[in-house]
């Protein structure tokens, strides 16, 4: 696959950020000369203007009317906490939430983690529209092709150039989800993705901080905007995705128009989607895979001698931290997820916390991990050979790890997954009825018994 | 300049963004089969449980933390109406009104119109934080630097792509201009433009929609929001702009980090702002120009057999429509601007409304230009001759265009373009102490007067 189809990649540029932001936060006030002062004034001058005179055009009447629809707050619920927000916020928030522990779905043909955008703007809106289960089912399934099917056009050049194509796709499907639950037609629903069009948020380079999941919470609130826009009249280009200057050509070069069109009605992109059994992104998934599977076959940390692993280039390139610090750190370290899977034989949310990954037996382990990068190892693959101490060899093969489409989590296991992470916020019992609502969504006349069972 | 630096750009495209929406708006409720079905829930099941698992997690607390900075409503006014809305709607509405005449400020380097996304952040933010005149002014010079000095570094590449540099730049500058006003420190304001380099807004196909005003207001929204994350403890890269996968690098190949960095603190790029005298895109400009210098000749509309006109390449790119049906569509046609500059001796908003771009004798006037791109002719100049029906030729060569940095607006002709804009909207009388209130900011306690004078 070409990857880092960028020319010319400055990889040592200076620091501006910080320069600029500087200079924001300590340049002194007026601290310039009489005619910057007076271009200041002749600016805002020139802004009031613009702004009262077109204050009564359809374009603003439009954007009010669809901001009206956002207050008054509380509208919506934050998933797990007694808070409620106004609907766009409770669509960023929930957004957020749910790609924290980097343990959402995902689409592995295009690494988008769909239901972070889709369903949290669905979700939100849902609540304020009273719209059915059914209804949200829909409206998921049908975002969801959407976004990924954008996704399967663009990818791997889009990906490649640095976006998140979580959020840099997941605002067209949040639009979509959105706009099918207010029942717009075919017009306004063009126009919902239009807008949303121009709204693509994300770079990888936020990887590894809070901005990273503010990604999926973004273009949720970006998408929810979209349709409460479009269904008050406001306009965009019908042609914003494709167009020479539209969307996919302004952030691909790869535009691979089929990928949108063939087999849409028929073939379902959610089908492909995946869940992850680890805490963390999927390219280390094999690895993890790998130490759980030495770690059955009786392999102790205090065996290890030295452990050689040939993985995928992507697995390098991502999470290639040799030393990480804190718990954020660790999910991009390939080190240590195979050392929290041979110690734990598990690697959830409690083995990337601070403490675990600052352990000194995990650090030692990690230090003995020697990684090589390999063009014919699948991403979903790895071959790891362990030699111990004893001068013996135990080598695994991973074709395709677990939580992959080959090898799907079950039922059973993805419900763990989710005793393990709501459990210690909402409690057991009312987790089991969360698990139950969400089973029995379809059914359910609104989405009010998954915000109740959510709340602690 | 090189223009146009895409690869194998795609003008063909199939109608995606059409397609996408008849099959959201129609396809059936449960259109699909079992396993598509279960797919679904196990997404949403899966979703529920990352969302609630992460509840109590920092980046959870910080988000929620500056959303409730945004309720309850009504915090900030609407310019120009009564109405008054939560603080980020307020920054998203007067932003899309600021822009909707296309009548804003021009920073001719990058054809970037800063104030749009800058002031109505800071504006907003003003509101609610009590902040005075002084600060204000202060917020819009330094959030002006930030975004020129990005668009600089990556025009005119970032913008031959597609982009809409106002929004794509804009939210730098929105949070910039609110970071100043919350007071943060550096390494909050490092945040906070990390936060905002995620969320660039706009591609160029939307121009002659209301989504291309939408671009500096979800710009402005962006950055405001941008701006509360970082004082609530939410985490960027520190590098968000520069990196080899953060904002500059994945939106333009062109990256002069030296734009960025020369005489920061000391040039001000608002110093280069200008102020349209014409109510389109500064393309136009020039041609208007030279069509009311025709027109102060003595040339009317009756003697015109022909006229030929040399304009800049972009002029055709952006505004090339030889008929335009509506007022919107007339701010995209180069032909337009000159009959209305030759029939009406200006070019204000009412120069662009539909009863005038319908008007037949316009149209005529309309169909006996030829235009043609010349490479020689700079961006702001344009060469005209009118081949008249007595056999004469008039020719006007504008040099510079009126609103130019070479020929700027003075202060009066700034003041009169304001009292066409404000005051049929709030009245001659208030228009004039909102313009008085406009010069005398610096000076007041706080942003409360303009609010006022806008009310109507």
Redesign the interface.
């Known amino acids: 696959m070409a990857r880092n189809t960028?020319?010319?990649?400055?990889?040592n540029?200076?620091?501006?950020?910080?320069?600029?932001?500087?200079?924001?936060?300590?340049?002194p006030?007026?601290?310039?000369s009489d005619?910057?002062?007076k271009?200041?004034?002749?600016?805002?001058?020139?802004?009031?203007?613009?702004?009262?005179?077109?204050?009564?055009?359809?374009?603003?009447e439009?954007?009010?009317a669809a901001?009206?629809m956002?207050?008054?707050?509380?509208q919506s619920s934050?998933?797990?906490?007694a808070?409620r927000?106004?609907m766009?916020?409770a669509a960023?928030?929930?957004g957020?939430?749910?790609?924290?522990?980097d343990?959402?779905?995902t689409h592995l043909k295009t690494i988008i983690h769909?239901?972070?955008p889709v369903?949290?703007a669905a979700f939100a809106l849902a609540e304020v529209t009273g719209s059915s289960g059914?209804?949200?089912?829909?409206a998921?399934?049908?975002?969801?092709?959407?976004a990924c099917?954008?996704g399967n056009?663009i990818y791997p050049d889009h990906y490649d150039?640095?976006?998140?194509i979580t959020?840099s796709t997941g605002m067209?499907g949040a639009a979509?989800a959105c706009?099918?639950l207010l029942g717009?037609?075919?017009?306004a629903?063009?126009m919902?993705?239009?807008?949303a069009?121009?709204?693509?948020?994300?770079?990888?380079?936020?990887f590894?901080?809070?901005?990273k999941?503010?990604?999926p919470?973004?273009a949720a609130r970006?998408g929810l905007?979209s349709a409460l826009?479009a269904r008050n009249g406001?306009?965009?280009?019908?042609?914003?995705?494709?167009?020479?200057?539209?969307?996919?050509?302004?952030v691909s070069?790869k535009?691979d128009?089929n990928e949108?069109?063939d087999e849409?009605?028929s073939r379902?992109e959610?089908?492909f989607?995946t869940?992850k059994p680890f805490a963390c992104g999927v390219v280390i998934h094999p690895i993890i895979d790998a130490a759980t599977q030495l770690r059955a076959r009786g392999v102790r940390p205090a065996d290890i001698e030295r452990v050689e692993m040939r993985v995928h280039p992507l697995v390098l390139e991502l999470t290639g931290k040799k030393e990480p610090t804190d718990g954020l750190q660790g999910k991009f370290s390939v080190y240590h997820g195979f050392a929290a899977g041979l110690v734990f034989g598990r690697a959830g949310?409690h083995e990337f916390a601070d403490e675990i990954v600052r352990r000194e037996d995990l650090a030692a382990l990690r230090r003995k991990v020697v990684a090589t990068v390999d063009g014919a190892i699948a991403e979903d693959a790895a071959d790891v050979t362990a030699l111990l101490t004893d001068g013996r060899r135990e080598r695994v093969f991973v074709e395709h790890a677990i939580g992959s489409l080959q090898r799907p989590l079950t039922?059973a296991m993805?419900?763990a997954?989710?005793r393990?992470?709501?459990g210690?916020?909402?409690g057991a019992a009312q987790t089991e009825r969360?698990?139950a609502a969400?089973?029995a969504?379809?059914q359910d006349k609104d989405v009010s018994a998954?915000a109740a069972c959510?709340r602690?």
């Open positions: 960028q020319v010319q990649a400055d990889f540029p200076p620091p501006v950020t910080r320069t600029l932001a500087r200079f924001v936060a300590h340049h006030s007026r601290g310039w005619a910057v002062e271009e200041a004034h002749r600016t805002l001058l020139n802004w009031v203007g613009c702004a009262v005179g077109a204050a009564r055009h359809a374009s603003v439009a954007a009010l901001v009206r956002l207050a008054p707050a509380p934050v998933l797990g906490r808070d927000v106004d766009s916020s960023l928030v929930n957020i939430a749910s790609h924290t522990f343990f959402d779905d769909p239901a972070g369903a949290s059914r209804q949200l089912i829909d998921l399934v049908l975002g969801i092709d959407v099917r954008v056009a150039r640095g976006w998140h959020g067209l979509a706009a099918r717009l037609d075919e017009d629903t063009t919902s993705l239009g807008i069009a121009s709204q693509p948020v994300g770079m990888r380079e936020q590894g901080t809070m901005t999941p503010f990604h919470g973004a970006a905007l826009l406001f306009t965009a280009s019908p042609k914003a995705i494709e167009a020479p200057r539209g969307f996919a050509q302004t070069t535009c128009w949108i069109t849409l009605g379902f959610i089908s989607n869940y949310e039922d993805l419900e997954k989710f393990d992470l709501a210690p916020v909402i969360l698990i969400c089973w969504l379809a998954i959510a602690p």
